[in-house]
């Protein structure tokens, strides 16, 4: 039996395929009319909008590339569900490639890895302009999180929001000797937005953050790094009553190492992480952590990225997420 084509479907609703096409894609052309007799058409011949979706109804392959660093980071692996789950609501098929460097995430985003995507939602935390040599992508890309590059559609997370507020809530429980377990930078000093939101909540309570406190391990993507930068802190001898994480996969590997070498949380010592993964709600105790608004991110990723295959133009633009504490058991004693 003959599939029914986008032919058909026109054919039925007394509509042309171009308008078809416009109403499948979204596109802000049609009459409300016009958009229920041309769904009451699908529905009567039976048509598909099959893998491409609104994409396929403008003669391209439907495919969207996600690409991430690395699967191993929760935030990484949860997100790309989460967008996967949410490109196919909006009738468009995924492909999850791994971007593990700066070069790789400039072939992806450029298309020397992904030419068989239509678009692309990329993590990307090593991409700057210089990298991109200036150049915006010939297809619609969407930037989650990281620097926006001002080539890229970006969605934007709190970080100095979010770091700053749970920075703020070790303060507010009378914390002052506050450890930093960081990710590695060239000149070995914590740097970045994060940090930003950290002096900035010190600077709000007349305090000075001490810099022998901050420690970093050789991957801030890992559970382990986290553990051998924590144990290397208790070994120094240093005087701390809190420890933040630079994310949820780094506090874990802290607290395995607080608990290894008897240091109670949050009795001695609070703990607090950053991404709101999954595993933070089931460490002994739970993990306070901040929520960067996962489905709020995602939601503006997808709608942009459709935006634009519906033809929508102009400069790219920016969508600054918000971000708030989840507080839990870890840094749940004051002081």
Avoid: C
């Avoid at 970045?192 to 950290?198: A, D, I, S, Y």
């Avoid at 460490?283 to 929520?291: D, I």
Wanted: aromatic content about 6%; proline content about 6%; glycine content about 10%.
């Amino acid at each position: 039996m003959k599939r029914p084509t986008l032919a058909d479907v026109a054919a039925m609703a007394g509509v042309s395929p171009k308008t078809v096409s416009n109403v499948l894609r979204d596109r802000p052309y049609a009459a409300t009319a016009t958009r229920e007799r041309v769904w009451e058409a699908v529905a009567a011949v039976g048509y598909r909008v099959n893998r491409a979706g609104r994409a396929l109804a403008g003669g391209g392959s439907g495919r969207i590339a996600v690409v991430v660093p690395n699967l191993h980071q929760p935030y990484y692996a949860e997100n790309a569900e989460r967008l996967i789950l949410a490109l196919a609501a909006q009738n468009l098929t995924s492909t999850l490639r791994i971007a593990s460097n700066a070069d790789a995430e400039r072939e992806a985003i450029l298309g020397a890895t992904t030419a068989d995507a239509d678009g692309m939602i990329v993590f990307a935390p090593h991409i700057n302009a210089e990298l991109l040599d200036g150049k915006a992508p010939n297809r619609p890309v969407v930037q989650f999180g990281s620097t926006p590059t001002g080539l890229l559609d970006t969605v934007v997370m709190g970080e100095y929001e979010g770091f700053k507020a749970v920075t703020r809530h070790l303060l507010d429980t009378g914390r002052r000797r506050l450890a930093l377990v960081w990710n590695a930078t060239r000149n070995g000093r914590p740097a970045g937005r994060r940090f930003e939101g950290f002096l900035a909540a010190h600077e709000e309570f007349g305090l000075e953050a001490d810099p022998a406190l901050a420690v970093a391990g050789s991957d801030w993507d890992r559970r382990a790094p986290g553990f051998e930068a924590m144990t290397g802190l208790l070994a120094s001898g240093g005087d701390f009553d809190a420890v933040m994480g630079i994310n949820d996969a780094v506090a874990v590997g802290a607290l395995r190492a607080l608990r290894t070498h008897g240091v109670r949380v949050p009795d001695d010592v609070a703990l607090t992480g950053f991404d709101d993964t999954d595993e933070a709600e089931f460490t002994v105790p739970p993990l306070t952590t901040v929520s960067p608004e996962h489905e709020a991110m995602v939601g503006a990723a997808v709608r942009m990225l459709t935006e634009r295959l519906g033809g929508s133009a102009g400069p790219p633009r920016e969508y600054h997420a918000a971000a708030h504490v989840i507080p839990r058991a870890s840094s749940g004693v004051p002081r």
